[in-house]
C-alpha cells in the first residue's frame, strides 16, 4: 500500500487555523489522488504548536468531534481511505495531545501522548491509554500511534511490536530545542536515525509527520519519512524547511517476520526476566 505524509509550515495564530486546515486539507486530497491508502500529518496538525499558557491551549483545542476531526473523517469518508493527525484534545478539564485515527466509516480510535515535553509538561495532561493497537480489517493491518517525544522511549515501540503492530504512525514535530546539531550532511536529523534504529531493532514500519518553518526562536526540522519493516528509507527524508508531501510504497505485513538470519528471532529471542529494571521506578534523582 502507499502511505503519504503531510508536512505542512502552518501560519501562527488561532485567526489561521482554518487557513492551515484548508492548505492541509489540499495536501491529504493530493495524495489521496496519487494513490495513498493512509495519510499522516503531524501532531497539532491544523494549529501552531508552541503554547504559552493554558488559555492558549484551550483556545486552540478541540474535543474528538470537532473541527479537524470532523474534516479528516469527511475526507476519508469521501475517499475511502484512511487518515492519522494531530489536535489538541480537550476532554472535560483535561487537555491531551492527541494523535487520531479515521477511515471510511468514521473514527477508528485515537492515542494521548504518553512522554510529554518542554512547554508540554506544564499546561497538558499525560496520556491515559496506554499504547492502543487499531486493528483495520479492510486493510488486514494493525496501527499503533506514537507522538513525537514518544520516540525517545523504546519501551513504547517495543510495547507496540509485543502487541502484533504492523505500521507506526508518528505525528511530529521534531524541534530545534535542545539539539546540537539540527541536520548532517545528507539532510537526516537525529530523529531520522531513531526511527530508522526502530524500525531495525523491532522489525516494523514507520510513517514520521513533521513540520517546517519557524515559531519564534524555534525552528522545525522537516525531514519526515516513511520507512518498510526493514528499516529501509522508501521516502523521504522531505525538505528541511519548508512545506512539503511525501509518498511511499510499502508493505505492512512484512512487519510480522521478526525472524533475523536462519535461526535469530527479534521476538523469541528476547530475555525479559532479566530486564525488571525497565519497568521500575527511580529511587534518586531530581527533575531539572
Excluded at 217 to 238: E, H, N, Q, R
Excluded at 267 to 279: G, I, V
Aim: glycine residues 8%; charged residues 25%.
Amino acid at each position: 500500500m502507499k502511505i503519504g505524509i503531510v508536512q505542512p509550515d502552518n501560519l501562527i495564530g488561532y485567526e489561521n487555523v482554518e487557513h492551515n486546515r484548508k492548505i492541509n486539507s489540499e495536501m491529504i486530497c493530493s495524495l489521496f489522488d496519487k494513490g495513498a491508502t493512509i495519510v499522516v500529518l503531524p501532531e497539532c496538525a491544523d494549529t501552531q504548536y508552541q503554547m504559552t499558557s493554558k488559555e492558549e491551549v484551550r483556545k486552540f483545542s478541540e474535543t474528538l468531534t470537532g473541527p479537524s476531526v470532523s474534516h479528516w473523517i469527511e475526507l476519508a469518508m469521501s475517499y475511502r481511505k484512511y487518515i492519522a493527525g494531530g489536535i489538541i484534545e480537550r476532554d472535560g478539564d483535561n487537555f491531551y495531545n492527541t494523535a487520531v485515527l479515521v477511515g471510511p466509516d468514521g473514527m477508528i480510535g485515537h492515542y494521548r501522548k504518553m512522554h510529554l515535553f518542554d512547554w508540554e509538561r506544564e499546561f497538558l495532561t499525560e496520556g491515559d491509554l496506554g499504547f492502543p493497537n487499531f486493528k483495520i480489517e479492510e486493510l488486514d493491518i494493525t496501527i499503533g500511534m506514537l507522538i513525537c517525544y514518544d520516540l525517545r522511549f523504546p519501551e513504547a515501540v517495543r510495547t507496540h511490536m509485543l502487541n502484533g503492530c504492523d505500521l507506526i504512525l508518528v505525528p511530529t514535530t521534531w524541534t530545534s530545542i535542545g539539539k546540537s546539531m539540527l541536520w548532517d550532511e545528507k539532510g537526516y536529523c537525529h530523529a531520522n536515525y531513531l526511527a530508522i534504529a526502530h524500525s531495525h531493532s523491532n522489525r516494523i514500519a514507520f510513517a514520521c509527520a513533521n513540520r517546517a518553518g519557524q515559531e519564534g526562536d524555534v525552528t522545525y526540522l522537516g525531514a519526515s519519512i516513511i520507512l518498510d519493516s526493514k528499516a529501509k528509507v522508501v521516502a523521504g527524508p522531505a525538505k528541511k524547511e519548508q512545506a512539503n508531501t511525501l509518498i511511499g510504497k510499502i508493505d505492512p505485513t512484512e512487519s510480522r517476520n521478526k525472524q533475523v538470519g536462519a535461526i535469530s528471532n527479534l521476538q523469541f529471542d528476547r530475555r525479559p526476566e532479566y530486564y525488571n529494571t525497565l519497568t521500575s521506578t527511580l529511587k534518586s534523582g531530581v527533575r531539572k
